[in-house]
C-alpha cells in the first residue's frame, strides 16, 4: 500500500477544536514534526480538513 508523509507546518492556535483535534489524530504533537501513514481515504480526508496546516508528500 502506498504511503504518504505528513508535516506539522503551521500551528493549530486560533482555530476550531476540530481542526486541533484532527491534527492531533494524524499523530501530530509539535511543528515540523513528520508521520507516515496508509494512503487511504479517511486519512486523506483529515489530511483534506487541516490542509492550511500540514504539507504533504507522497513516499515512493
Given amino acids: ?3 504518504i508523509r505528513v508535516t506539522y507546518t503551521k500551528s493549530a492556535i486560533g482555530y476550531a477544536w476540530d481542526q486541533k483535534a484532527t491534527v492531533r489524530a494524524l499523530g501530530l504533537r509539535r511543528l ?3 508521520v507516515e501513514h496508509d494512503d487511504s481515504r479517511t486519512i486523506r480526508g ?3 480538513k487541516v ?3 500540514v504539507t504533504v508528500t507522497e513516499v515512493q
Fill in 1 to 3: 500500500m502506498a504511503k
Fill in 32 to 34: 515540523q514534526q513528520t
Fill in 46 to 48: 483529515m489530511v483534506r
Fill in 51 to 53: 490542509r492550511h496546516l
